[in-house]
């Protein structure tokens, strides 16, 4: 009886042995590579996966995902989503396993317990802003930074406040900003509208208190307020090529116009009333510091005639100019006697194996309160910011990790703010096969660093 029982039993085991499939798909031992485009992401963030084998790119229906712990979840598009609240920071691995391939391989990523909107900021669609060696990109206010803006060609002018907020925007209609100057927080901006050009003032809260226009079509060049609030508007005319002076009182009334032989680029007036006024000459770039009615005190070459260059003033009235070129930028500070207190020339580009060094582009620079210079660019389609001290050298650069194409992307503006700084960038946005620009606001830290999933989306 017993043999009878344990007989079937047997028979049993050996038929389902028998029965049981083998796996017959090939073991992927190397070669296989989970790749994301972020290394941090914050709460509701997205990250795509992407799966190599070889030379080939595994499609996500194909993969099977686990998530340790299991924070967030993974799409049918192979997309990874970080939850929308999660009480710290925390790294999650994410391992993918092909369908028809025996292995599997992983990839980490932080979460940051924060939202990317408390970092990065997508402002209005900025289509251009004038900030080359001819404009003065924007101005510091007692609150903050107000600064220029085109966006379907339509004239305005914007503030941020010191936590890095916009506060207002105030639009002129149809034209181009072109110049900008603040004193005594009140705001006098120049541009051109219906051929012609036009100087506003506004109040600290972008209420316009009067407006002027220039008779006949001439193009402005820079503006500059004195202390008494009277605006001197640098202007031009192409045929015969003929530059102007035109001298506006306090409430907009002209009280000059007159015919200079020099072509002003830039002009600010420091904290003395004296003027600084960056123009050309016999293919030189020159400084000069002038009294109100432009006889000369001192005047010094500073670089050979470019396209690009930009100038700002410091409290104590020391004159800061930035040039750049390939792979470098120079900076210099001029004092206020016109005595080169620094020269800098810094190769911030690494070359590559062929021996080429990447473009470099400053965009704009901003002298700070402590004697330090802010500056905003771009390294080939990357943006950058640098800060250099009072000596001259460089205390800390960053740059985007992002590098978008075909579109570049482009600094354009750092400022300070309460805790840290302000660093605005455009980045392309494609939708269908239209290419988009749109002006991000990033927060920066006192050290120049980014939150990781900040710098993960810059």
Known sequence: MKRFLLLPTALIAIGFAACEPSDDRPIVNEGMELKMDKQAVCLDDITTLTLTLGDSVVSPSRIKYEISPPVGSINEQGQYIAPGDLPSNTEVTITARPD???GSTSQSILVENARLEDYITTLEPWTNVRNN?????????EDGYVM???????FQVLKF????????VTSFGEGYPWSLSVRNNQIFVAGIQDNVTKVFKLDRDGNQLWEY??????????????DRGESYLFTYIQQPFTNYLIKLDNQGNEIEDTILERNIRQAKFNSENDLIINFRFDNQSIISKTDSNLNTIWETPYATASNGSW?????NNDIIIGNSAEG????????TDGNMAYEGEYNIAEETESGYRPQI?????????????????????KPIAFLVDNTGQIKWDWKSENEQRPLNSIGWSAFPIETGYVFLATYPRIEGNIGFMEMRSILMRADGTLNPCAQANS
């Open 100 to 102: 028809f391939v025996i």
């Open 133 to 141: 060696s001819y404009f003065i990109i924007k101005e510091k206010v």
């Open 148 to 154: 220029l803006k085109e966006q379907d060609d339509e």
């Open 161 to 168: 406040n010191n936590a890095g907020q916009l506060a207002w």
């Open 213 to 226: 226009q220039t008779s006949t079509l001439r193009r402005v060049q820079a503006i500059t307020v004195n």
């Open 311 to 315: 100038i700002d003033l410091n409290s």
């Open 328 to 335: 470098r930028f120079t900076l210099k500070k001029i004092t």
């Open 361 to 381: 582009s400053i965009m704009d620079i901003t002298a700070l309160e402590n004697g330090e210079v802010l500056l905003a660019g771009n390294q080939s389609m």
